[in-house]
């Protein structure tokens, strides 16, 4: 038998974990932020509101159930700032509520108060930006979601019946590698218990979380696409369009337009990526595989060059759709200037490729926060994806226009 432990602990040392959820292309409602005691999350928050005003949502601050307009009139908090975090809001038989995911969070999101809508805990274990939910012309929900949510389920199982109550995400964060492999395993637990099980093929805990998965958003299994991770979250690296469109980022091609700008690249090394994840338990590339499995669901992907710099801090996938009444599409983005010389022009290019290869796109904003206090090379939203992983789609959490959602 193999022993997972080395792995488990490597597993442990990434980065504060996020868990955002997000919607495909849908009419935006409102956006919720949920931290307000940077200077940089006032100068954000600020420029989104600017943009709600063109396209006609709103863009509201949550603190301590109520709701603000003005960042600025809310008392200062040091609230987590990842409002996307372990709540979606989400619609069934025609009623709201606020969905969290059924792994207890690490605090608890009092957006459901402010908003007046129920909050229900799911039974699946789903990480947000890790999942996106959207609509197919003909009415049915689609959820598109990686790959960790299904080791995450099986982790939980794991967990509840070989060490005890899973308390939060923390829990099963540290057994999800043991569920990457199939085969026979001994562990240790925190506890100082040696433990003997058989992790069994992917396909079957596929099939047990679409099952889940289908109950707590109220979509088929058989609309439910789980990809592979190429990054930590789907966020980072893919962004769902009006359907059935996805963009995703190239790396090659991302690679190309980086040595064109002379921006530097990430590294990985002993078979980790730099968040802690593996990148290399498949033998088919991951991206084919991503590109097929979208394919083989129905969509149809088109690859960009979407993500540059260091730490891949700019990153335009990170972003949020917004759908007009007259079917044409905004794509709300992070921005490139207010940072070094060297960036300014990436916005132009990627704003060129996205009008040529997406279909109905009619606005592009970009949103940079200002110039960075942390890094004088970068924007506020720079910095937050170099020093803290997320963008600007992290920030928000949005709400859809469902009685314009058809």
């Known amino acids: ?62 603190q301590a159930g109520k709701l ?82 299904v080791l995450d389920m099986a982790s939980a199982k794991f967990h509840r019946e070989n060490i005890g109550p899973v308390k939060n995400i923390a829990h099963i964060e540290t057994y999800r590698m043991l569920f990457a492999r199939e085969g026979e395993y001994d562990t240790t637990t925190s506890d100082g218990r040696n433990i003997s099980f058989e992790v069994k093929p992917f396909d079957e805990y596929e099939a047990q979380a679409k099952e889940q998965l289908s109950k707590d958003f109220d979509v088929k299994p058989e609309n439910i696409c789980i990809l592979p991770q190429l990054e930590f979250h789907l966020d980072m690296f893919l962004r ?17 337009v980086s040595r064109e700008f002379g921006l530097t690249e990430e590294k990985k090394e002993n ?37 540059f710099g260091p730490g891949g801090s700019i990153n335009y996938l990170n972003s949020f759709v917004n759908k007009n009444d007259d079917g044409s599409l905004s794509f709300i983005a992070m921005s490139s200037i207010n940072a070094d010389d060297k960036f300014k022009k990436l916005d132009s290019v990627f704003d060129k490729e996205l009008k040529s290869k997406a279909p109905n796109i009619k606005n592009i904003y970009h949103i940079s926060g200002g110039p960075s206090k942390e890094n004088k090379e970068c924007n506020n939203i720079m910095a937050n994806i170099q020093y803290r992983k997320g963008g600007l789609h992290c920030l928000g959490c949005e709400e859809p226009d469902f009685e314009k959602w058809v």
């Open 1 to 62: 038998m193999e022993n997972f432990d080395n792995e488990v602990k490597v597993r442990i040392g990434l980065i504060n974990k996020q868990n955002f959820k997000g919607y495909a292309a849908a009419p935006i409602k409102n956006i919720y932020f949920q931290n307000n005691t940077q200077e940089s999350q006032k100068n954000i928050f600020n420029e989104l509101k600017e943009v709600g005003k063109k396209e006609n949502f709103r863009v509201q601050l949550e």
């Open 68 to 149: 603000y307009e003005d960042i600025e009139s809310a008392e200062s908090s040091k609230r987590y700032m990842w409002a996307q975090d372990n709540k979606m809001i989400v619609n069934k038989n025609d009623k709201n509520h606020v969905l969290v995911s059924g792994v207890k969070p690490n605090f608890e999101s009092e957006l459901g108060k402010a908003l007046e809508v129920p909050t229900i805990e799911a039974n699946s274990v789903f990480e947000g930006g890790n999942v996106f939910l959207g609509k197919k012309p003909d009415g049915e929900k689609y959820l598109i979601i990686g790959e960790d949510a």
């Open 240 to 256: 769902p369009l009006d359907y059935p469109y996805v963009l995703v980022n190239d790396k090659t091609m991302s690679d190309a």
């Open 271 to 307: 078979g980790f990526d730099v968040f802690g994840m593996m990148f290399s338990l498949d033998k088919e590339d991951k991206h084919t595989k991503v590109i097929r499995k979208l394919k083989e669901s129905g969509f149809t992907p088109i690859s960009v060059a979407g993500t």
